[in-house]
């Protein structure tokens, strides 16, 4: 059974502070992405990595960063958090391959209240 | 222009009724186009993955028309456990990026 896991369900932080989310995949999956889900605004890409050690900006990167130095693990980082950086964040991961049909896991995501 | 649009919902439905959702995307490079099911305050899960020639799984029968840039989702006789928001998501290429429509809520009642 693949698994996506992320290191909290619930947080809360105050404006200002540094906030780290984890993810971390059981499947030896190559590409691993982050996103925010707001109501009304669907499922946004912050951050992608298709491997180790690379990161490319998906559509909402600002005031976000990401790190990736083991396969399994993909680490969203909000440098200083701000209050409307209030939102669900959801991690994904997925198989990299030429086909296009491989399924796209995700964890069960983080709440995040920045107050 | 969204990239991905979809009905915006929600569809509140009796047991048993048949109701079809479409969405629309505006690449028409796009390369491979699923249907994610997503229930409330859980993550999104594959539903399925829609073929050139369509597909059906069960009750769920979904569609892509290239010409017309759509695809669609038929859930026949609809069961209360169907209710959930149902996720368009197209691949705009071979990476591994996609695109997520906003999803449209389903309700069925008894």
């Known amino acids: 059974d693949v698994k996506v896991t992320q290191s909290s369900r619930y947080l809360v932080k105050r404006t200002g502070e540094k906030v780290f989310l984890e993810c971390v995949q059981d499947?030896?999956?190559?590409?691993m992405f982050w996103y925010r889900q707001d109501p009304g605004l669907g499922l946004r890409l912050i951050y992608f990595?298709?491997?180790?050690?690379?990161?490319e900006k998906g559509d909402i990167p600002e005031g976000y960063s990401v790190s990736r130095e083991k396969k399994e693990r993909f680490s969203l980082i909000l440098e200083s958090a701000s209050t409307n950086q209030t939102s669900m964040y959801l991690c994904?991961?997925?198989?990299?391959?030429?086909?296009?049909?491989?399924?796209?896991?995700f964890g069960p995501g983080t709440r995040l209240t920045v107050t | 222009r969204k990239e991905v649009e979809q009905d915006p919902g929600p569809f509140n439905v009796p047991e048993g009724a048949t109701v079809a959702f479409n969405c629309t995307y505006s690449?028409?490079?796009?390369?491979?186009f699923f249907w994610y099911r997503q229930d409330c305050r859980k993550e999104p899960k594959l539903l399925m993955s829609?073929?050139?020639s369509g597909n059906e799984d069960g009750r769920f029968t979904a569609q892509l028309n290239r010409a017309s840039q759509y695809i669609s989702l038929l859930i026949r006789d609809s069961k209360l456990s169907d209710s959930a928001t149902y996720l368009c998501?197209?691949?705009?290429?071979?990476?591994?990026?996609?695109?997520f429509g906003q999803g449209t809520e389903l309700s069925v009642k008894p």
């Open positions: 994904a991961s997925r198989k990299s391959s030429g086909l296009s049909f491989y399924e796209q896991y």
């Open positions: 499947m030896d999956h190559e590409n």
């Open positions: 990595s298709y491997d180790v050690k690379m990161k």
């Open positions: 690449n028409s490079a796009s390369q491979s």
């Open positions: 829609v073929y050139s």
């Open positions: 998501v197209v691949n705009p290429n071979q990476g591994g990026k996609l695109i």
